[in-house]
């Protein structure tokens, strides 16, 4: 653990009406997520909302940027909640944010947080005032804010200004570390005047946002000195596929573990019409793996090796992790404690019948050479022996995961 960093936020930010969502001051870290749907088409937005927020998504932002958009929020929103999805939804706002708000108080309304890049509100005397004006319309809707700092658009001028010093004072600090230094800089200055101009502490959290993963432990370990305002933690611009996944867990995996971040989102890059659900899943695996949060019953499966040259096991973990997707928002409304069901399922003798003794459920399937039967085993014990054609041994085990449930947990 960094020396002298403070393991929980003493500030706590509440989003959304009502008891809302609790950010920091001690409250579990939140998942959010974000949407990539034009946002001034207002069914597309508010289906995707739902589905994210279905997925684990705890908090959904949507940027807001065009007059259209800004004039879709309050339909977006009666969406949401018109389906029963209540996750707090947040406006994204760069660049004409001040303008947006003003001239569309409904939007102003209908959001539940702003966000604010002091990088990009305006330069000179007219960043202050244009973040100024953003503050009090967040202050007169009683909405927060997260002030978020980005390594990609930092105020130029303030970068100027730290690196006009570092050589005239030959303090020898590279670029990275000014940059890194401004990004908290700017943090805390934003957040003083956020302050000014009315906000109270528990309205603001904060964020500081680089796409380097050493980088970004390095800011948020100075940030956690430096603040005790809620945290929102996110490697920005991650990437794809795996390494955006690796470079996500690698940073904030040692920040979490560190006890910093109150809010996460994984920012993936999807595939051309890829599932925009799996940057949720992967925040909540995150969380789930360091023992922070439990979202979903989680799906052990090994890797493979040359005793298991049939894809059965594959395909039969792949199908069993994709019907617990598909049945957690029902099971999550109606079954107290499924989240913390395990699953197993494994592909040959050697550690499958430990894996599945370990597991609330487990199967254990043949390896190469080995007898055609897969016995399976619930709590520990084992109870019944499946064999058939795959298609028969999943619907046979989907059912036995199903009784699992059902006699396993109450309804709420």
């Avoid at 920012?267 to 360091?290: F, H, I």
Wanted: hydrophobic letters at 35%.
């Amino acid at each position: 653990m960094a020396a002298g960093v403070k393991l929980h936020r003493t500030v706590g930010v509440k989003v959304g009406p009502g008891n809302g969502v609790q950010v920091g001051g001690g409250a579990p870290i939140v998942v959010q997520s974000m949407t990539m749907t034009d946002t001034a088409d207002a069914r597309a937005t508010a289906q995707q909302c739902i589905e994210l927020a279905e997925a684990g998504s705890e908090l959904v932002r949507v940027t807001v940027n065009l007059p259209e958009a800004a004039a879709a929020v309050p339909e977006i929103k009666q969406r949401m909640l018109d389906a029963g999805c209540t996750a707090p939804l947040i406006g994204d706002f760069h660049y004409n944010g001040h303008i947006l708000l003003t001239k569309y108080p409904d939007c102003a309304r209908a959001l539940d947080k702003y966000r604010i890049n002091p990088g990009n509100v305006g330069t000179g005397a007219r960043r202050d005032e244009q973040f100024s004006t953003i503050c009090h319309v967040a202050v007169h809707n009683g909405k927060p804010v997260r002030i978020g700092v980005n390594g990609g658009s930092l105020n130029q001028e303030l970068v100027v200004t730290k690196m006009q010093e570092n050589t005239d004072r030959s303090l020898g600090k590279s670029s990275e570390e000014i940059i890194n230094e401004c990004m908290v800089l700017s943090a805390i200055e934003s957040t003083a005047l956020a302050i000014d101009n009315g906000l109270r502490r528990d309205q603001i959290i904060i964020s500081c946002k680089t796409s380097r993963p050493r980088d970004l432990i390095s800011v948020y370990r100075t940030l956690a000195r430096a603040t005790d305002q809620p945290l929102h933690l996110g490697l920005t611009e991650a990437g794809m596929g795996t390494k955006g996944l690796v470079w996500s867990a690698s940073a904030m995996g040692v920040l979490l573990n560190e006890g910093i971040g109150d809010t996460i989102r994984v920012s993936l890059t999807p595939r051309p019409g890829g599932d925009r659900r799996e940057e949720v899943y992967a925040a909540c695996e995150l969380l789930q793996a360091l023992g922070l949060r439990s979202f979903s019953p989680s799906v052990t499966a090994c890797p493979g090796c040359g005793r298991t040259t049939s894809t059965t096991f594959q395909e039969l973990a792949e199908r069993i992790q994709g019907y617990v997707r598909e049945k957690m928002p029902e099971w999550k409304a109606t079954r107290e404690g499924v989240e913390n069901m395990t699953l197993a399922v494994m592909g040959c003798v050697v550690n499958g019948p430990g894996e599945s003794k370990a597991a609330s459920i487990g199967i254990s399937l043949p390896g190469t050479g080995e007898e055609p039967s897969c016995p399976v085993y619930i709590d520990g014990r084992r109870v019944t022996t499946l064999r058939g054609t795959y298609d028969e041994l999943a619907a046979a085990f989907q059912r036995l995961v199903d009784d699992y449930v059902e006699h396993s947990y109450a309804r709420r």
